[in-house]
T-cell receptor, first 111, second 115 residues
Framework: QKEVEQDPGPLSVPEGAIVSLNCTYS??????FMWYRQYSRKGPELLMY????GNKEDGRFTAQVDKSSKYISLFIRDSQPSDSATYLC???????????FGTGTRLTVIP | SAVISQKPSRDICQRGTSLTIQCQVD?????MFWYRQQPGQSLTLIAT?????????ESGFVIDKFPISRPNLTFSTLTVSNMSPEDSSIYLC????????????FGQGTRLTVV
C-alpha cells in the first residue's frame, strides 16, 4: 500500500466551477500537509500548507485536513484556465525530512 | 521562499555516461534535498545533502549511482552515473523554508532523457 494515494485524473471542469482534489494516506504520524501546483515543465510550487487537522483558506483556495479519516482536500473556487496544472499533495511527520507525495491530479479548466 | 536555480534544465544523454546536475540557492540553507519524478509516479526523495558531511540516501538509492556534493551552504550537485534508459526522469532540487523550516520549495527541475 502506498503511503499517499491520489486520483491521477485527468479532471476537466468548466471555468467558474468548484474543484475538489483529494488525497488519502495511511501513516497516522503525518502532521504537516501541503498542496503543490506544477505547471508543465516546471517545478512544484507550494500552494497551501497546513499543520494537523482543520481548514485553511487563501483566496480561492481552501485546504482541509481530516486526520481521523486520514483524508485531505484542496478546493478551488471560481476556477480559471490559469489553474490548469497538476496538483500534488504531500505530507511529512514531525521532525522528518522526507516528504511523501501523491502521484498528482491533472486538472484542466476549460474556458 | 528561496529562489532555486537548476542546471541544466534538460538533457539527452547516451546510456553508460554520467550527468551532473547543479542546484544553486539564493540564501544559505542547512539541508538540500534531491528528488526524482518519474512519469506517472510520485516524487521520491533520493537523498538529503548537508554541508560538510556525506549525503544521507533513502532506501533504494546508493551513493555509487547518485553521488552528491555539497561544498557550501548555497550549492549542491547530483550526478546520475552510468545511465540507463530507466534513469530518464525529472530530477528536482529542494530546500526547506517557511516557519520552522517545515515547508519545501523546489527548483524548476532537470528533465533527463537517456537513449
Amino acid at each position: 500500500q502506498k503511503e499517499v494515494e491520489q486520483d491521477p485524473g485527468p479532471l476537466s471542469v468548466p471555468e467558474g466551477a468548484i474543484v475538489s482534489l483529494n488525497c488519502t494516506y495511511s501513516n497516522s504520524a503525518f502532521q504537516y500537509f501541503m498542496w503543490y501546483r506544477q505547471y508543465s515543465r516546471k517545478g512544484p510550487e507550494l500552494l497551501m500548507y497546513t499543520y494537523s487537522s482543520g481548514n485553511k483558506e487563501d483566496g480561492r483556495f481552501t485546504a482541509q485536513v481530516d486526520k481521523s479519516s486520514k483524508y485531505i482536500s484542496l478546493f478551488i473556487r471560481d476556477s480559471q484556465p490559469s489553474d490548469s496544472a497538476t496538483y500534488l499533495c504531500a505530507m511529512r511527520e514531525t521532525g522528518a525530512n522526507n516528504l511523501f507525495f501523491g502521484t498528482g491530479t491533472r486538472l484542466t479548466v476549460i474556458p | 521562499s528561496a529562489v532555486i536555480s537548476q542546471k541544466p534544465s534538460r538533457d539527452i544523454c547516451q546510456r553508460g555516461t554520467s550527468l551532473t546536475i547543479q542546484c544553486q540557492v539564493d540564501s544559505q540553507v542547512t539541508m538540500m534535498f534531491w528528488y526524482r519524478q518519474q512519469p506517472g509516479q510520485s516524487l521520491t526523495l533520493i537523498a538529503t545533502a548537508n554541508q560538510g558531511s556525506e549525503a544521507t540516501y533513502e532506501s533504494g538509492f546508493v551513493i555509487d549511482k547518485f553521488p552528491i556534493s555539497r561544498p557550501n551552504l548555497t550549492f549542491s550537485t547530483l550526478t546520475v552515473s552510468n545511465m540507463s534508459p530507466e534513469d530518464s526522469s525529472i530530477y528536482l532540487c529542494s530546500v526547506a523554508g517557511g516557519t520552522m523550516n517545515t515547508e519545501a520549495f523546489f527548483g524548476q527541475g532537470t528533465r533527463l532523457t537517456v537513449v
